[in-house]
């Protein structure tokens, strides 16, 4: 009877955890530009491939009303692999993916050039960090 009691004690408090979404850091808070989703697990067996490579990637999102110029911005992950911005402006509401792989750069569709995975499936940290090298949004899993 205790341990049936002990279970329903843990599974309650871990309730909120599960249904309250995360709280932003305050510099996250404080950006119009965030990390918004990431597909770090490319779907299907890690072949290598380009296609499979592209099919993992980070979407940023531009929240303001007014453009964001992300030149000089980086995308890292925690073992130091960084993609830099080029020349690039986010419009307003609008995201951009940044793909692993290879391909032509878009307007909402960005290439890092990667001949293998960045993100590590198990776990990892995707970290966006303005043209000043202050952290505006982290995502870890």
């Known amino acids: 009877m205790m341990v049936k009691r002990v279970g329903a004690i843990v599974a309650a408090a871990m309730l909120p955890a599960v249904v309250l979404p995360m709280a932003a850091a305050p510099a996250e808070a404080a950006s119009a530009v965030r990390i918004s989703s990431l597909q770090y697990d490319s779907p299907g067996s890690d072949s290598g491939s380009n296609a499979s490579l592209n099919a993992e990637w980070v979407r940023v999102h531009n929240y303001s009303t007014t453009k964001k110029v992300l030149t000089g911005w980086t995308l890292r992950d925690a073992s130091g692999h960084v993609y830099r911005f080029g020349t690039y402006t986010l419009r307003p509401g609008s995201t951009v993916r940044i793909h692993t792989g290879k391909g032509s750069n878009t307007a ?12 590590n499936n198990d776990h990892d940290k995707a970290t966006l960090k303005n043209k000043a090298g202050t952290v505006v949004s982290v995502r870890s899993w």
Do not use: F, M, T
């Not at 909402?108 to 993100?119: K, M, P, S």
């Open 108 to 119: 909402a569709e960005r290439y890092w050039g990667q001949g293998w995975y960045v993100w």
